[in-house]
């Protein structure tokens, strides 16, 4: 567990970093995030004291990182860092086993641990003995990550890691890292300038400011619920859209959903229907959703005033209100679904969706903040 | 070409000690300079001010003349290897120095950063990861200082430091090209053999993976051994040979040992050597050559420290150079004034003259003298507005010889010429000038024929050979005095300046030649 106490730093008498309490859990994936410039790597530096703080105090496990001994403490935290840190004149394997070396693990050993570490991130062995100008950027990251859980610590530190690397490779390297995060436990700091990154790797997020801490919480609740306007358009206006993982269901459904008991008959179901130019209804009572009537079904029967109970279809896919817009989209089968009911955990109706709401939601992502407010035409 | 192969093969044994010597010298200076120059650096690359005065101060050091740091330095750490090493030290100090820190503080901060990051000590930061990212650098660095200390070392000699020097200086006095290739010519191979074989170390020192990819060879780690083997072995080799020959000089180092000095021009070296020769073949006492000292300042200060017992000069030189006397051409006076004032003042032993002078001596072509009628040196100054003048700068600038005769006499020569050592009596010998300041002792007058001028104004102070030397000598061997007397009154100028000949111009080696006149004489057997 890490903990900011008042984490006060200053560069040149200006202050870089102010106010900063923050506390990482044992286990947790927490990506520090920000502008350039704002004091993100600064933060991340100061708990292996390459950068000393001003005031306030850092505490790991308890104990003030001021208090240790910078090289042994140094010892027992992960570190990568943007281009992967590797030391040129030094091959793959005495690069990770620089750090074993250290500890005085004996030569047998370490051997046995470098293909480990290969093995974990992915990296035949045969690359033991190439030298780091003969790896590609990805293989580089590899390394350093493979050096980083070498003395297995507890904590890991990441400045930027992946940010110069290709999309494609990026995007290999940010599933491998969440893989062994959560295999092997491990507490992650990492910093990073890209939110699509942060909201793909974090547990939570701390987003700073010209040296604050602007917000820091889950993904979800930094997309939905921007502290304020600068966290909004640091998130971005459509990030959230871009992410239909973190839409539920309750984000987008209408409430009031058009429903009808079931003694009603077929003619007033009918009427409803027409009044409201829907295809179907949803058939309730006090205790949840009985089923669903479809126009189809009532339009074929000539007996206006037999009762809808007969008619009522339990053919229908809900969901909960916090099920996620990806889910829905995934499992609905859009040739049959009308109207997807939205209940709550207690099987209470909270409201609806259709395929023109979930269209309409879709659409939003490609909103931009410059749309014409043109009514009419042909576009 | 043949007469420099027969000059080799007769001077073989000499070359391979001087080489050793040579060799001694630069690996010792060399790795003083690692030792010094390295940390240093390092020191250094944490202080930017700091790093600025360092550097500076290499640089400074770099740009004194050799020679003149070599003679700056010999008053306070007296003659020999000491101030030799000593100036190779400093001339090697700032690629040393300069390339260290370059590397150390040219590589990348981030990785720095990234070492302290993963928990190295500052230790071990330097060892795993500064020095052998900065080692293509430092190797520049040291190849570069190596190189440079084979060529610096030659100019050892002129503080009796020996080594291959010792040739070149040999065949510039005697104006012998081969004796200076000789000296020259072992001394550039030895510049690539050390050359070769620090570029063998840096081929290993150096990671393989700071070459571009294209170039890394991936090795087995037994032929990587091997390399390294090969190369410190060969390190260990350079170091070693120096190393084992101090050890083996402070071991044969006798107790009972007389150090003979000597300057750096033939005919002191010849009496140097007789000196020798008489000690060793009537005593049990080794003697200890300190040849070739550069100039008479410097050999007094080495006798004054204790470096050397002994050394010849002149009563002229002594008078004024050294005790600053005012000018006095009466012979006997200016012996008495420097054997007395050396006594009291100096505590320095002055033997009885030798019996040769090396005086200035005013010289004319046969030619010139016959259609001159040129005798003494008031014929010169009554013809001297038709006359052409070959002198030696010294003689040009000394107080009392050109300006001197101009003050006092109004001489007036049709022209003067700047000429150095032999080439005056080539000048001579083909008619570019009519008269030249020759030395009476001069092995070139037994060659060229000069009519010498006589010196009937009394106008050149005297310059009788004689031995000075220190004052403990005696009380610790006083069996050698009545044998070093042996040469009081003992040589002419004419033999002198034949025994000169013999050496400069037939190639003799001046120890033969010393050899063989106290044969003639009957001094030794």
């Known amino acids: ?379 | 070409m043949s007469t420099f192969f027969s000059m080799f093969l007769e001077r073989k044994e000499e070359l391979l000690n001087l080489f050793i010597e040579h060799l001694d010298m630069t690996t010792m200076a060399v790795f003083i300079s690692l030792v010094i120059g390295i940390p240093l650096a390092l020191l250094i690359t944490k202080n930017k001010p700091l790093a600025v005065i360092v550097i500076g101060i290499a640089n400074l050091l770099q740009s004194i003349p050799s020679i003149a740091l070599l003679a700056f330095m010999v008053p306070f750490v007296g003659i020999g290897q000491k101030p030799a090493i000593i100036m190779v030290v400093l001339y090697s100090l700032l690629p040393i120095i300069k390339n260290t820190y370059t590397g150390i503080t040219s590589i990348d901060p981030g990785k720095i950063e990234v070492a302290d990051g993963i928990g190295l000590s500052p230790m071990q930061r330097l060892f795993q990861i500064q020095l052998p990212m900065a080692a293509p650098f430092i190797m520049a660095g040291i190849r570069i200082s190596a190189v440079t200390a084979v060529g610096t070392v030659t100019i050892a000699a002129f503080a009796g430091a020996g080594g291959l020097g010792w040739f070149i200086n040999l065949g510039l006095n005697a104006n012998d090209p081969n004796l200076v290739l000789l000296g020259a010519i072992p001394a550039s191979l030895l510049a690539l053999l050390v050359d070769y074989i620090l570029a063998k170390l840096e081929e290993v020192v150096t990671p393989e993976g700071l070459k571009p990819p294209a170039q890394i060879i991936q090795q087995t780690p037994k032929k990587i051994l091997t390399k390294r083997l090969v190369a410190f072995g060969l390190c260990a080799l350079m170091l070693a040979i120096p190393v084992s020959s101090a050890i083996s000089a402070v071991v044969q180092r006798e107790e009972r040992t007389i150090v003979v000095g000597s300057e750096n021009f033939t005919e002191p070296i010849i009496l140097g050597y007789m000196y020798k020769d008489l000690i060793e073949s009537n005593t049990d006492i080794q003697v200890e050559e300190r040849f070739n000292l550069n100039g008479t300042p410097l050999a007094f200060a080495a006798l004054k420290r204790g470096d050397i017992d002994m050394f010849t000069d002149y009563t002229g030189v002594v008078s004024a150079v050294l005790l600053k006397l005012p000018l006095e051409t009466d012979t006997e006076k200016v012996y008495q004034d420097v054997k007395t004032i050396m006594d009291t003042k100096q505590s320095v032993l002055v033997s009885e003259p030798l019996g040769f002078s090396n005086e200035y001596v005013i010289s004319a072509s046969p030619k010139a003298a016959e259609t001159y009628h040129l005798k003494a040196l008031s014929d010169l100054i009554e013809q001297a507005p038709q006359l052409r003048f070959g002198c030696t700068t010294a003689f040009s600038q000394r107080e009392d010889c050109l300006p001197k005769m101009k003050s006092q006499f109004g001489i007036h020569f049709k022209s003067v010429l700047g000429l150095e050592g032999n080439i005056r009596y080539q000048a001579i010998d083909s008619d570019k000038v009519d008269v030249t300041d020759a030395y009476s002792t001069d092995a070139m007058t037994v060659k060229v024929k000069l009519v010498p001028l006589e010196d009937d104004l009394s106008f050149f102070p005297p310059y009788e050979a004689i031995n000075l030397l220190r004052k403990d000598l005696f009380s610790k061997y006083p069996e050698i005095k009545p044998i070093l007397e042996k040469l009081d009154h003992a040589i002419t100028t004419e033999e002198m300046a034949k025994m000169n000949y013999a050496v400069d111009v037939d190639g003799k080696k001046a120890s033969v030649v010393a050899h063989d006149f106290l044969v003639s004489k009957g001094l030794v057997d």
């Not at chain 1, 106010?19 to 995030?33: C, D, H, R």
């Not at chain 1, 600064?42 to 004291?49: E, F, Q």
């Not at chain 1, 077929?266 to 009985?290: C, E, F, P, W």
């Not at chain 1, 955990?345 to 903040?369: A, C, D, P, R």
């Open chain 1, 1 to 379: 567990m890490i903990q900011f106490v008042n984490v006060y730093k200053s560069y040149k008498n200006k202050p870089v970093l102010q106010n900063i309490n923050l506390t990482v859990n044992s286990g947790e994936f927490m990506v520090l995030i920000g502008a350039s410039g704002c004091g993100k790597t600064t933060l991340l530096k100061m708990i292996n004291k390459l950068n000393p703080i001003d005031q306030g105090d850092i505490l790991l496990d308890g104990t003030s990182v001021t208090k240790m001994n910078d090289t042994e403490m140094r010892r027992k935290i992960g570190y990568v860092v943007q281009d992967g840190g590797l030391f040129p004149h030094l091959t793959v394997a005495e690069n990770i086993s620089i750090i074993l070396k250290s500890l005085g693990m004996p030569k047998k050993q370490q051997a046995i641990r470098i293909s480990e570490l290969l093995e974990m991130v992915d990296l035949d062995p045969s690359y033991r003995d190439l030298y780091p100008s003969q790896l590609s950027g990805g293989q580089q990251h590899r390394v350093g990550v493979a050096r980083a859980f070498a003395a297995d610590p507890a904590l890991i530190l990441m400045d930027e890691p992946f940010s110069a690397l290709d999309p494609v490779v990026r995007a290999e390297l940010q599933d491998n890292i969440v893989q062994l995060q959560k295999r092997y436990k491990k507490t992650i700091l990492f910093v990073t300038h890209d939110m699509d990154e942060a909201i793909l790797l974090a547990d939570r997020i701390c987003i700073i400011q010209s040296g604050h801490i602007a917000q820091c919480d889950t993904p979800e609740n930094i997309l939905k619920h921007p502290a304020n306007n600068d966290v909004g358009s640091f998130v971005g206006p459509n990030k959230l859209w871009s992410n239909p993982e973190f839409i539920e269901a309750r984000d987008i459904m209408k409430t009031d959903p058009y429903r009808i008991s079931k003694d009603r008959t077929v003619l007033q179901a009918l009427q409803v229907m027409n009044h409201y130019a829907v295809d179907s209804l949803l058939v309730t009572d006090k205790q949840g959703i009985d089923g669903i009537v479809w126009l189809s079904d009532l339009q074929n029967f000539q007996d206006y005033t037999s009762s809808l109970e007969d008619f009522i279809s339990t053919d229908y896919i809900s969901v909960y209100e916090d099920t996620s817009l990806k889910k829905i989209i995934n499992t609905i089968d859009y040739n049959v679904s009308g109207i997807i009911p939205v209940i709550s955990h207690e099987k209470q109706l909270v409201g609806y969706l259709t395929k023109s709401i979930l269209l309409s939601s879709l659409s939003k992502q490609y909103e931009t903040s410059d749309v014409s407010n043109t009514r009419s035409g042909i576009i």
